[in-house]
Nanobody, 125 residues
């Protein structure tokens, strides 16, 4: 059974930082590209950041470039999202996702086979 479990969300003031974690089980983690998506109330799910299996290539949404950093530890089956200089518009449920095309970084929701339940991030102004 595949599980992706996120943690690290919470309430933070604008300008603050959070680090999200996603632990995977039931898959060969190093065979998957991983990504973070987010969904705010009333909006569609959107791509935030992605990282290929080796960690050597990453991709970011324009809205988070320079503020967020995605990384992974294959020995711990974990992908991280370091979020700095948070803004109220970053408020959303953040989910991690896994794509077996391990060397590709798609921003398309449909490309990802497995999803976590998500963790809430709320940024107050």
């Amino acid at each position: 059974q595949v599980q992706l479990v996120e943690s690290g969300g919470g309430l933070v003031q604008a300008g603050g930082s959070l680090r999200l974690s996603c632990v995977a089980s039931g898959i060969t983690f190093s065979s998957y590209a991983m990504a973070w998506f987010r969904q705010a109330p009333g909006k569609e799910r959107e791509f935030v950041a992605g990282i290929i299996w080796s960690g050597r290539t990453t991709r970011y949404a324009d809205s988070v470039k320079g503020r967020f950093t995605i990384s992974r530890d294959n020995a711990k089956n974990t992908v991280y999202l370091q979020m700095n200089n948070l803004k109220p518009e970053d408020t959303a449920v953040y989910c991690c996702a896994a794509d077996s095309r391990r060397a590709l970084l798609s921003a398309n929701v449909a490309a990802y086979e497995y999803w976590g339940q998500g963790t809430q991030v709320t940024v107050s102004s």
